[in-house]
Nanobody, 126 residues
Framework: QVHLVESGGGLVQAVGSLTRSCAAS????????VAWFRHAPGMEREFVAV????????FTSDSVKVRFTITADNKKNTLILRMNSQKTEDTDTYYC???????????????????WGKGTQVTVSS
C-alpha cells in the first residue's frame, strides 16, 4: 500500500524560508514522478514542482521557480521542497503526489497522479 506523508508545514514570516518533506513508502521511488501541488480554498489545486525519478528531470512552476527548489533523496524515498523568500500568497495546503507511467507533458496535470498525501498547511504572515 502506498503512503505519502508530508511534513515541515507551519507558520513562517514573509521573506523567510521553509523546507517541506514528503516520505514515500509502498512504491519504488525511482520509477515514479513525484510532485508538489498546492491548494487554496476556493481555488483549483495548483502544480508547484515535479521530479521525474526515471529521467532525473525537474520542472517547477514559473510562478515559483526563482524561489522554490525540488529535490529527491532516493535512499530515503523522500521528496523535498525548499521554499525561499516566502510571500503571503504562498499560504496554501501543500500536497505530495506520485504517478507512474506518465510523460513530461502530463507531469503538471493533477489528474495524472494516482497517489496523494493528506497535505499540510503553510501560512506565510506579513
Amino acid at each position: 500500500q502506498v503512503h505519502l506523508v508530508e511534513s515541515g508545514g507551519g507558520l513562517v514570516q514573509a521573506v523567510g524560508s521553509l523546507t517541506r518533506s514528503c516520505a514515500a513508502s509502498g512504491l519504488t521511488f525511482t520509477r515514479y514522478a513525484v510532485a508538489w501541488f498546492r491548494h487554496a480554498p476556493g481555488m483549483e489545486r495548483e502544480f508547484v514542482a515535479v521530479v521525474s525519478r526515471r529521467t532525473g528531470s525537474t520542472f517547477t512552476s514559473d510562478s515559483v521557480k526563482v524561489r522554490f527548489t525540488i529535490t529527491a533523496d532516493n535512499k530515503k524515498n523522500t521528496l523535498i521542497l525548499r521554499m525561499n523568500s516566502q510571500k503571503t500568497e504562498d499560504t496554501d495546503t501543500y500536497y505530495c503526489a506520485a504517478a507512474s507511467g506518465i510523460i513530461q507533458s502530463q507531469m503538471k496535470s493533477r489528474s495524472e497522479y494516482h497517489y496523494w498525501g493528506k497535505g499540510t498547511q503553510v501560512t506565510v504572515s506579513s
